[in-house]
């Protein structure tokens, strides 16, 4: 693991979109894993002035996103898609019918988890996977629980994951109560998945994920398994991790991702 502390947000969001704009110049058809929610709204902004920089090009790459609202169609405002065409999408040279997002209004959302997985296996592997952290130690929307899936799937939404979440709706109540969501088997499958996580109020659920016992009720603490992973925290959600890295020889000290790729 590699673990990267930013004074401020600003610096996080930089560094993570420079570790995409790095993968990119150096393998231009990259498959990306992306993510949505609060977290990565800074790091879309500064890709998207990489892009208008000139320093990067989308134009081979390919993503796929980790995860949609079940009933949300692509023009609701809280829709990951919607997310995605707001973010980024829209603001860099990526090719839409390259972008892949699950669709949460499938008639048949199991024929349609297939098709996502279809897609994913012609895609070859993910290159590098960005994924946010859920309260409750989720990552995209495996929630934890006493099994975790493979395969793309339906989730029920955690109600800790719904309250969070309401902040992106008119009302709590409008916050659906399922999601397609990649499987931990796709996201592990990608060669690096880089964590970021941001705030305070992440402190204690950063600290089990990353120094806790691996179990599937904090499904983020099986990253500590994958072979490349990238971890970028600001000092709020490093705050119970820092006064470990000296003591714990597990943890690398504050590192850059230079030689990654
Ligand atoms: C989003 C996703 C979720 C979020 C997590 C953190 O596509 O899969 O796992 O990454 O809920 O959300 P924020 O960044 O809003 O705190």
Redesign the pocket.
């Known amino acids: 693991m590699k673990l990267n502390i930013f004074a401020n947000p600003n610096l996080l969001h930089e560094a993570a979109a420079q570790t995409i704009v790095r993968l990119l110049r150096q393998k231009p058809d990259a498959v990306l894993g992306l993510?949505?929610?609060?977290?990565?709204v800074g790091i879309y902004e500064a890709l998207t002035a990489a892009v208008r920089r000139r320093e990067v090009s989308f134009a081979r790459a390919a993503s796929f996103?980790?995860?949609e609202y079940v009933g949300l169609p692509p023009d609701h405002p809280a829709s990951?898609r919607y997310y995605m065409d707001q973010h980024l999408f829209r603001h860099i040279d990526i090719p839409p019918e390259r972008t892949h997002i699950p669709d949460g209004c499938a008639a048949d959302l199991e024929r349609e988890c297939e098709r996502y997985d279809r897609l994913l296996q012609a895609a070859g592997r993910i290159d590098l996977m960005l994924?946010?952290?859920?309260h409750n130690g989720?990552?995209?929307?495996n929630e934890p629980g006493r099994a975790l899936h493979s395969k793309t799937h339906v989730a029920i939404l955690h109600p800790q994951?719904r309250e969070?979440?309401a902040r992106f709706f008119r009302t709590p109540e409008e916050v659906p109560t399922r999601a397609i969501?990649m499987g931990l088997g796709s996201i592990f499958s990608a060669r690096t998945i880089l964590l970021v996580v941001k705030g305070n109020d992440k402190a204690d659920i950063v600290h089990r994920a990353l120094t806790g016992p691996i179990t599937t009720e904090c499904p983020a603490s099986l990253l500590q398994l994958h072979p490349r992973l990238v971890v970028m925290l600001d000092e709020g959600a490093a705050a119970r991790i820092k006064c470990q890295t000296t003591q714990n020889a597990f943890h690398e000290p504050v590192d850059s991702t230079n030689g990654l790729w």
């Open positions: 993510a949505t929610g609060g977290t990565p996103n980790l995860d990951y994924l946010g952290l859920g989720h990552i995209g929307f994951t969070a979440n969501t």
